[in-house]
C-alpha cells in the first residue's frame, strides 16, 4: 500500500524534519506510483542530509529518466559511481540513457562495464540486446536477451524483445514460440498478440492472425485496431 506509506512516512517527516530514512523510502514509494516529480523532490531532500548516498542519486537519477530528464540522470548516475564504482544499476541505467541520447558507444561501454561488475545482471543482458538491436545487430541481440532469459526465466520483455529480433531474420517459428511463452508469463501485454499477429500474417495464417490482432485490439493496443481496419476492408478478420 503505497499511499498508506507515503502517509505515514510524511507524519514522521512533520515529527523529524532530517529523517533521512523515511525521505529516501517516501521518494521510493512516490517512484512506484509512477509521481516521479514528487520522488525527484524527496531524494532532493536525501541529498541535502546526506550528499554522499549512492543509492540516492541513483533512485533520483532513475525518477529523472522516467520523469523525461536523461541528460540530468546521467549526471545522477555519475555522482553514484563516483560514490561507488560498483554500482551496476547506475552504469546499466546510463547506458540506456546514453543510448536515448544518441551515444550508443557511450551506452555500449557503460553496459560492457555493469556486465564485467556483475555477470549475472539480467537487465543489462536485457538492455544491451535492446541496443545491438536498434543498430541492426540481430543475432547479437538474440545472444543478449538470451541470457537475461536463463538468469531471469520469467524476464518476459526479454522473450517478447527476443522474438521481435527471430522475426526480423525470419525465424517466424522461433518468434511465435518466444511470444507465446512470454504470453505464459504475463497474458494481458497487448503488444504480444500484436507482434504474434504480425507473423501469423506472414505465414498466411489468417484465421490466427484476425484472433491476434482481436485480442490486442480489446487489450487497448492503437496498431492493432489500425491493422484490423485496414484488413476488414479487403475482406478479412470480420
Known amino acids: 500500500d ?3 506509506a507515503i502517509a505515514h512516512l510524511s507524519k514522521a517527516i512533520e515529527l523529524d524534519s532530517k529523517f533521512v530514512n523515511a525521505f529516501y523510502n517516501r521518494g521510493s514509494a512516490k517512484y512506484s506510483l509512477g509521481d516521479y516529480r514528487g520522488a525527484i523532490t524527496d ?10 548516498d549512492a543509492e540516492a542519486f541513483y533512485n533520483r ?4 529518466h522516467d520523469y523525461g ?4 540522470a546521467m549526471s545522477d548516475y555519475g555522482n553514484a559511481i563516483n560514490l561507488n564504482p560498483n554500482h551496476v544499476g547506475s552504469y546499466s541505467n546510463r547506458g540506456v540513457a546514453s543510448s536515448s541520447l544518441g551515444n550508443p558507444l557511450g551506452a555500449m561501454a557503460d ?3 555493469a ?3 556483475d555477470p549475472k545482471h539480467s537487465k543489462t543482458y536485457f538492455n544491451r540486446g535492446n541496443l545491438k538491436d536498434a543498430l541492426g545487430d540481430k543475432k547479437g541481440a538474440i545472444v543478449d536477451y538470451t541470457n537475461a532469459i536463463r538468469i531471469d526465466p520469467g524476464f518476459y520483455q526479454a522473450y517478447s524483445n527476443r522474438g521481435l529480433s527471430r522475426s526480423d531474420l525470419d525465424d517466424n517459428e522461433g518468434a511465435i514460440d518466444d511470444f507465446n511463452r512470454a504470453m505464459e508469463i504475463d497474458s494481458t501485454q497487448a503488444n504480444l498478440y500484436f507482434n504474434r499477429g504480425l507473423v501469423m500474417g506472414r505465414l498466411n495464417n489468417v484465421q490466427a492472425m484476425c484472433m491476434d490482432w482481436k485480442k490486442a485490439a480489446l487489450l487497448g493496443n492503437d496498431n492493432a485496431l489500425n491493422a484490423l481496419s485496414k484488413v476488414k476492408s479487403s475482406g478479412f478478420c470480420y
Open 2 to 4: 503505497h499511499q498508506g
Open 43 to 52: 531524494f532532493d531532500r536525501v541529498l541535502e542530509l546526506d550528499p554522499n
Open 61 to 64: 537519477g532513475h525518477s529523472k
Open 69 to 72: 530528464q536523461p541528460k540530468s
Open 111 to 113: 553496459f560492457d562495464k
Open 115 to 117: 556486465l564485467r561488475i
